[in-house]
Antibody
Framework: QVRLVQSGAEVKKPGASVKVSCKVS????????MHWVRQAPGKGLEWMGHFDPEDGKTIYSQKFQGRLTMTEDTSTDTAYMELSSLKSEDTAVYYCTTLTDWGQGTLVTVSS | SYELTQPPSVSVSPGQTARISCSGNTLPRQYAYWYQQKPGQAPMLVIYNDNERPSGIPERFSGSSSGTTVTLTISGVQAEDEADYYCQSADTSGPSGEVIFGGGTRLTVL
């Protein structure tokens, strides 16, 4: 059974960056295709990108190209999502997920 | 890029059957997945590969596929099934497959 535990809520100013972590247990992070999905308040789910362990490639949604970086620390089995040049529209709950198992979500608030 | 289209809302009485559709041009070629999301909670997978149920999901949840439309059916709806439901598939029109979600359907149990 995969368990995904995310870091706590963040408040950022416009233009800043945020880095959210996702600690994996039950498997090693390299065994999982880890996706990041976000959900703005009152809105639907929006896929951001994922890491494919089969070919070692990271695929980003075109919407976030140039602003989004997904990384993994194999020594701690932790995945990270970093989003830069934050705007108010980036205010959302960010989830790490294998699309079967989901983290609890991390609220990122962007406000001046 | 592709889109998945869902009705914004569906309402049914307890014990009735709810059907939630999801349409998209990628669906004849890619599997569909369905997620249930209750307020304040993370989504939960209820159907994968068009019509398979993960362990622990009640039998009243089923999925079907026909052409460009997939359907989530909840038979004998219970009050606890009131939630938002999202379909999901893959967009393989570009060089790298991207995941796409439908806009979501709010299921109201009257």
């Amino acid at each position: 059974q995969v368990r995904l535990v995310q870091s706590g809520a963040e408040v950022k100013k416009p233009g800043a960056s945020v880095k959210v972590s996702c600690k994996v247990s039950g498997y090693t992070v390299t065994e999982l295709a880890m996706h990041w999905v976000r959900q703005a308040p009152g809105k639907g789910l929006e896929w951001m990108g994922h890491f494919d362990p089969e070919d070692g490639k990271t695929i980003y949604s075109q919407k976030f190209q140039g602003r989004l970086t997904m990384t993994e620390d194999t020594s701690t089995d932790t995945a990270y999502m970093e989003l830069s040049s934050l705007k108010s529209e980036d205010t959302a709950v960010y989830y790490c997920t294998t699309l079967t198992d989901w983290g609890q979500g991390t609220l990122v608030t962007v406000s001046s | 890029s592709y889109e998945l289209t869902q009705p914004p809302s569906v309402s049914v009485s307890p014990g009735q059957t709810a059907r939630i559709s999801c349409s998209g041009n990628t669906l004849p070629r890619q599997y569909a997945y369905w997620y249930q999301q209750k307020p304040g909670q993370a989504p939960m997978l209820v159907i994968y590969n068009d019509n398979e149920r993960p362990s622990g999901i009640p039998e009243r949840f089923s999925g079907s596929s026909s052409g460009t439309t997939v359907t989530l059916t909840i038979s004998g709806v219970q009050a606890e099934d009131e939630a938002d439901y999202y379909c999901q598939s893959a967009d393989t029109s570009g060089p790298s497959g991207e995941v796409i979600f439908g806009g979501g359907t709010r299921l109201t149990v009257l």
